[in-house]
């Protein structure tokens, strides 16, 4: 079952919701940033899953060179559409709070930049896909495409440190140890787990998508 | 805009675009199944 309004929807929303109202209106206020801080509580799980979704287009780009099967494929085209998703929310929510503590919407940092470049790779991935009628020859340039594009993922997530920009280091996963401060870290954690369930739940319904789609092609095609 | 304004726009962006994408995809979903039936129906036919 996989409709709006289905069990697994409903358990997702009240996951969701509830850390939501934690990261709101329980935890404390930063000392430094105040309210603008609870933005991390979002923005951090939403730049991790562009990251996961991408790993995970990664792997299903591999599975399906490898092995020719197209539930790989089904699983890279899946999780790259929500990689897509994940990182424009990420730079759009980073504008906001980019706002608010520097006083910017937008700066040519390394980071923020090059998010941006990701944010384009993977729009070219989705678009690619589109583009292309017969079903082999999408998988097989998509898979390579999926590949290449993940290159530029390392090097947004080190960014931080090899060059010197506008975006703060890393606060919890970093050498010398988190410097967050015990609750806050928690209820990110939390946030983290909460979101990559929604993940989770969604690739599943997308590749049950592609899916259908697939048996639409082969019917058509045992016409023809 | 206070800080509370912008902490709102964020978490109704994520909110919203997720709620978004989950009921495009339930739709988009739908669509495709009824043109599956109709073409399963369609290769049944004599």
Redesign the interface.
Known sequence: M???GSPG?VVMTAI?GAI?AVA?FVVPADRLQ???Q??MY??VP?AWLAYLAFFVTLIGSIGYLIRRDLRFDRLAAASAE?GL?FT??TI??GA??G??TWGIWWDWDPRLTTTAVMLVAYAGYNLLRGSIVERSRRARLAAVLGIVGFANVPIVHFSVLWWRGLHQAPTVVRPGGSSIAPVLGLVLLASVVAFTI?YVW?LR??M??ES??D??RS??E??S | MTDAAFVIAAYGIVLGSLAGYAIVLSRRSSASRLAERAIRRQVRKP
Do not use: F, Y
């Open positions: 996989s409709r709006i929807a969701v939501v709101l105040g309210d603008a609870r933005i979002v923005h939403m929500l998703l424009a929310v759009v929510t906001i709070w706002k608010v929604a969604l319904r997308r049950a998508l259908i789609r048996a639409t019917h058509l045992s016409v």
